[in-house]
T-cell receptor, first 111, second 113 residues
């Protein structure tokens, strides 16, 4: 498949452990954030989103935390599975503006 | 899955030749976008459209043009391809510019020799 990113930071975790992927965003006016998952050879897929009036949002096995003070976003994946291996990146947006994307982190799940 | 189809999925061409990539959606969404994805970079916006015949430039628009003659189709054209335009191109759609997630196509890998 396509090479998504040859020089991405990589996070390696054991199957069954929890994963934490971090993202620093740039615009203090951003009020909407998304985490995407991208598998090799595929387009990005929506995982979870959060608006700036929230600090935390939970989905199925995933949690997003937002710290507006330090402009930091994190994605937590519980009980990481082999199918979670992919590149993960965040996107930020403010009203009337286009999305800005982070470069991504490659998650590698070890058996 | 959002109904987005990109074509071609893979193309190899030579420097100086014109190339057109097509994005087709079945969601009737107003906004459509073209991004490029390169190693070490996040997705970068080339052009976007907010309606039929309504388009605007993104951050890396030089060397690219777009057209949208129908709601469902958004075309990206490289008038004279260069090696620096070797990339993976993604089309995305959403119903409003700041009203929810972007849905992405599967990508078009372009190699310019």
């Amino acid at each position: 498949g396509e090479s998504v990113g040859l020089h991405l930071p990589t996070l390696s975790v054991q199957e069954g452990d929890n994963s934490i992927i971090n993202c620093a965003y740039s615009n203090s006016a951003s009020d909407y954030f998304i985490w995407y998952k991208q598998e090799s050879g595929k387009g990005p897929q929506f995982i979870i989103d959060i608006r700036s009036n929230m600090d935390k949002r939970q989905g199925q096995r995933v949690t997003v935390l937002l710290n507006k003070t330090v402009k930091h976003l994190s994605l937590q994946i519980a009980a990481t599975q082999p199918g979670d291996s992919a590149v993960y990146f965040c996107a930020e947006n403010s009203y009337g503006q286009n999305f800005v994307f982070g470069p991504g982190t490659r998650l590698s799940v070890l058996p | 899955d959002a109904g987005i189809t990109q074509s071609p999925r893979h193309k190899v061409t030579e420097t100086g030749t014109p190339v057109t990539l097509r994005c087709h959606q079945t969601e009737n969404h107003r906004y459509m976008y073209w991004y490029r994805q390169d190693p070490g970079h996040g997705l970068r916006l080339i052009h976007y459209s907010y309606g039929v015949k309504d388009t605007d430039k993104g951050e890396v628009s030089d060397g690219y043009s777009v057209s949208r003659s129908k709601t469902e189709d958004f075309l990206l054209t490289l008038e004279s391809a260069t090696s620096s335009q070797t990339s993976v191109y993604f089309c995305a759609i959403n119903s409003g510019r700041a009203t929810g997630e972007l849905f992405f196509g599967e990508g078009s890998r372009l190699t310019v020799l």
